[in-house]
């Protein structure tokens, strides 16, 4: 590559990470015969986040937190501009999360999920920065502020469900605010990463591990972290609660190590590290529960009780 398209290439993996494109609502309950109730209320910091909660007959709740460029959807991986986003990477195709709603619902469990501010039809925040979890905790505290404000849902049972970036911005808001997680029973935690792991992961793909310098200054300049900052390391020794992670070992967009050393720092005993084998796309592990339910029914059947 010339020096003009390696700037290049750095200005479009810091503009991706640091101001993500808004993914949009390709799915709704209608379609999978879900009865739900729109929901919007304020982060923590006063955005507007918008939501659906799916009632059951039943005293427990999950609440679910999307990956980073998702929506409480999925993501529409199969479609410009969406696809050229990962599609060098392997994951040129849809992530639907409506099935894994269906499940928890079918399991007996009330569902909340909604859109982190500047994604879905959240309210635009922080002027449109993704800060990997450092922002975005303050949505995860107004969904359980939400809750505690509901009489129907505040002596709930309760449970989280927090993929990638939504989980980094679960154990973030553990750290910071833990008496808002005393009555949390679990998480089931799709893939927690760290923006360290990411870049220096896509840099070597590209033959372009001497420059990660170059792509922490752009992204410092859009979001005024550093990628060390951004990562859930210094926070998982704050997760209290009987956690469940999964993760695709071969992700050519991380790498495995990390998620092993977040897992590590989890000081609780009951906690659970499940590697998604034979497949290096990223998605397939927001896809996996879709597919196959159980280990995540199971791990919320023994903590919820």
Known sequence: MTEPQIQQLVDRMSNMLGLPI????M???EEVGLGYEEVFFPSMDGYRLEGWFFPAESNKLVICNHPLWFSRSGFPGHLDPWKSLFGAAGNDFECNFMPDYVNLHNAGYNVLCYDLRNFGRSASANGGICGNGLLEYRDVIGSLQFVQSRQDLSGMT???YSRCVGGNSTMIAMSKHPDYFKDIRCMVNPQ?????AFFERTLANQGLSDRLADFELGLRKITGFTINEM???EYAKDVLVPTFITQVRDDVMTRPSDVQEIFDRIPVTDKKLFWIEDTTRRFDGYNYFAKNPQPMLDWFN????
């Open 231 to 233: 990562s859930p390391l």
């Open 302 to 305: 023994l903590y919820m009780k």
């Open 27 to 29: 799915h709704r309950p």
């Open 192 to 196: 927690p990463i760290s923006m360290a």
């Open 158 to 160: 309760k449970g989280l």
């Open 22 to 25: 808004r993914s949009p609502l």
